[in-house]
């Protein structure tokens, strides 16, 4: 793993996924060395700058907290480490913040006492057993250097660290992987596009808005230092989709295909009309069994093994009233799943899908909750639907990522044919599918709701380009 990898997949947030033992520098009655107990909340804010919160505890579960460390500068990249292969050796040099907040009483005595600078209790107060002093530890000069490496860093395996917004893949698990995202451009295909583009992967994305895809394309092998290729392509045509893998094909075979491109909007079906109807059932259901197909046909006859994964919703087992034409195309694309997982399992080829809950993007906003027609807006995180989540929340966008990585990677070749939900219990909590509660709304609710959509359909339309 290069330096460059190493930055690349450090950007976010990490932590400590359980208390880490360490030695200190008191003893034992028998001489050993007396554990301490600590966590740690990593940050790295990009141009070699990071944040970090080290907690110690008391006890090894951490339950009983003793101070908090806050932390604030820049890295020294001093080389490859040493011993650990892959490893990076760094110097975390807090010169920008270094607070320290007793959690216990007596301790910035003892902070004091063992000339960690000065720490001064401003405020203090007694509640039940535990006893927290408002104090700041203030170090002259560049601050305390921390030197070590990062375990989780090293090649191979998962990361011990895990959490918030981050990966849980080494930097290179994708590499040689050549991938291709329908409707890569925006939303939840652009979240996967990148993830697949950020571990290694040349990635291929589609759409009907050139100029979109185009622009995400560019954006990501920038971000990401890889090929990403934009292709204008309309789903719905079978003719534009072998186009569209003839040229892939011809630069390489794929190995890896994401079924994303989709649409959909809430409306009563009794207002449906055939175009209505057809408008999305073209792209998630036709378009997806042309896609699947132009790509199957080539692995088949070429004898190469490959991944399909296709993005579903638990509308697929649990209906769903007022997005009727994306419920029924979505369980056929389901069916489509579990049989080709069957039919071509001897040549390879898995197929497997995602059934989401609320992973807030734009374009779901705009067609499935526009104008705020639920109670608050689905853009916020905490939304009507994330108070009716059993876990009071709505997605985060790195949990479907590494999902989605998690199928397209090798290592679980016997899975396939599955669709699995991430939605939080959301759908084992029951409840007439995403959109139930929209049944009392009347004529005029449904009304603002057609010119809403309307406008944005309009607004999208004047982007294609294919």
């Not at 699995?420 to 959109?435: H, K, R, S, W």
């Not at 929209?438 to 999208?460: F, M, P, V, Y």
Request: aromatic share 8%; charged share 20%.
């Amino acid at each position: 793993m290069t330096l460059e990898d190493t930055k690349r997949i450090l950007v976010g947030e990490w932590v400590s996924v359980t208390p880490e033992v360490r030695p200190s520098a008191t003893r034992n009655p028998d001489g050993t060395l007396k554990p301490f107990y600590l966590s740690r909340e990593f940050k790295y804010l990009g141009d070699d700058r990071f944040e970090l919160t080290i907690s110690n505890w008391a006890d090894p579960y951490g339950k009983v907290a003793v101070a908090r460390i806050d932390l604030r500068g820049h890295i020294e990249w001093v080389g490859e480490h040493p011993i650990a292969s892959g490893a990076q050796k760094a110097n975390f040099i807090a010169d920008e913040a270094y607070e320290v907040t007793p959690m216990i009483a007596g301790f910035a005595d003892l902070l004091n006492s063992v000339g960690v600078g000065r720490v001064r209790a401003v405020a203090g107060r007694a509640t039940s057993e535990r006893f927290r002093e408002d104090v700041r530890a203030v170090r002259p000069g560049r601050g305390p250097q921390l030197h070590g490496v990062r375990p989780d860093l090293c090649s191979g395996g998962l990361s011990v660290l895990g959490g918030k917004g981050m990966t849980i893949f080494r930097a290179d698990l994708l590499k040689g992987k050549r991938i291709l995202v329908t409707g890569g451009g925006t939303g939840l295909g652009r979240e996967v596009a990148g993830e697949y583009a950020k571990l290694g992967a040349e990635v291929y994305i589609c759409g009907r808005r050139g100029g979109v895809v185009a622009e995400t394309a560019r954006e990501l092998a920038e971000t990401h230092n890889t090929r990403v290729t934009p292709i204008e392509c309309d789903i719905r045509s079978p003719d534009a989709v072998e186009n569209m893998m003839t040229r892939v094909f011809n630069e390489g075979p794929l190995t890896g295909l994401v079924n994303n491109a989709a649409g959909n909007f809430i409306s009563r079906t009794k207002d449906l009309s055939p175009n209505g109807f057809n408008a999305i059932a073209n792209i998630v259901f036709h378009g997806t069994f042309y896609v699947t197909l132009a790509a199957g046909k080539r692995w088949i006859e070429a004898r190469q093994q490959a991944n399909v994964v296709s993005i579903l919703t638990t509308s697929v087992w649990n209906g769903g009233p007022f997005t009727v034409p994306s419920a029924m195309s979505k369980a056929g694309i389901n069916v489509m799943t579990r049989s080709l997982a069957v039919e071509w399992a001897p040549h390879g080829i898995r197929l497997n899908a995602i059934a989401p809950g609320l992973f807030p993007t734009k374009g779901a906003g705009e067609r499935l909750n526009p104008g705020s027609i639920r109670a608050t807006t689905m853009d916020k995180a905490h939304d009507s639907s994330a108070i009716n989540n059993p876990m009071g929340r709505v997605g985060r966008m790195q949990e479907l990522r590494n999902l989605a990585t998690f199928l397209m990677a090798d290592g679980c070749d016997y899975l396939t044919g599955e669709t699995i939900v991430i939605d939080g219990g959301a759908f084992l909590g029951g409840g007439g599918g995403t959109f139930w509660q929209l049944s009392h709304l009347g004529d005029q609710d449904w009304e603002n709701i057609r010119n809403t959509i309307k406008g944005a359909n309009e607004k999208d339309k004047a982007k294609r380009t294919a």
